[in-house]
């Protein structure tokens, strides 16, 4: 059954949002642990995408029609713009987790939490009524300044690494682009939130395992401490599965700049988790590019 489009955001959507971007910026603090305390990152990101998938089938199972599974790989299902979107996923995780290898986690939500940005262009480029005006404009200009200003800061500052903060900015990008795919195709746009997650999750996980097989990052997580595996379990449970349900439920029903300018939350959570879980060193103009891209993500909407 597809979804009913909502034309604006409402406050049961706020209150979600808000949920979700202190459960995201926490997240960035869970995979800098499991990769301090033994495990590997394409073996993080493939145990995530892997589990969080047999999860949802559980979940597609129980909650829609017997024959939803089977509908998803059939002719004239949203099988293919759904493996690309998968792809696009695979891709992101990919950067995101050697990024944060080398970067802070504050840094790396920073830069990762930039996808509006790159949503509210998508938009403007490939998607009917989605055209930026003045303020829109404005509004990008304003965040783009508020990047160019963590990213200096990270020049003179030290304590991340700018390949890490490029990284996360990369799959940032890639997050923007997906959520375009989404809002454009309109066989994914009819998908249930479970359906079209599980396409991300169960399509990006063969890929992240490959790339775990050839970093060889299958051969160091049984050391990994017990902290390591309760990290990843909370990016794998909490995050990847209960938390990306309601996201997607939210792209299927809302409009997509409008829901993403919310994720600008996130990075705030972030910071703050890194600074006081991991003791990260946090400054006066991290917070100011913080400002300017929450200010910025504030005038697209």
Not at 52 to 68: D, F, T
Not at 178 to 197: D, E, G, Y
Not at 219 to 231: E, K, M, Q, T, V
Request: charged share 10%; proline share 5%; glycine share 12%.
């Amino acid at each position: 059954m597809s979804q009913v489009r909502r034309a604006k955001v409402d406050g049961r959507a706020i209150l979600v949002l808000i949920g979700l971007c202190a459960l995201w910026g926490l997240q960035q603090v869970a995979i800098k642990l499991s990769l301090g305390q033994g495990l590997p990152p394409f073996f993080q990101a493939a145990f995530r995408s892997g589990v969080a998938a047999l999860m949802v089938v559980g979940w597609i199972a129980i909650r829609e029609k017997p024959g939803a599974l089977v509908g998803m790989l059939s002719k004239g299902s949203a099988r293919w713009p759904g493996l690309l979107i998968a792809m696009v996923f695979a891709l992101e995780f990919l950067v995101i987790y050697p990024g944060l290898r080398l970067t802070t986690a504050a840094r790396g939500v920073l830069f990762l939490y930039t996808a509006p940005f790159f949503t509210a262009i998508g938009a403007h480029l490939f998607l009917p009524g989605g055209r930026l005006g003045v303020r829109q404009m404005l509004g990008l200009l304003v965040a783009f300044g508020g990047v160019a200003i963590a990213f200096a800061h990270g020049l003179s500052a030290g304590g991340g690494s700018i390949r890490g903060d490029l990284m996360c900015g990369a799959a940032a990008m890639l997050w923007g682009a997906a959520t375009v795919i989404m809002q454009a195709n309109p066989k994914l746009r009819k998908l249930p939130s479970a359906q079209l997650l599980l396409y991300q999750l169960g399509g990006s996980a063969p890929v992240l395992l490959a790339a775990a097989i050839l970093a060889g990052d299958l051969d160091h997580f049984p050391d990994a401490s017990a902290l390591a595996w309760i990290s990843l379990l909370y990016q794998t449970v909490v995050v990847a599965f209960a938390s990306y349900l309601a996201w997607f439920w939210l792209v299927s029903v809302y409009p997509a700049t409008q829901i993403a300018g919310f994720t600008f939350l996130t990075p705030l959570f972030g910071i703050l988790a890194g600074s006081l879980l991991l003791g990260e060193p946090t400054s006066a103009a991290l917070f100011a590019g913080l400002a300017a891209i929450a200010v910025g993500m504030r005038l697209l909407r």
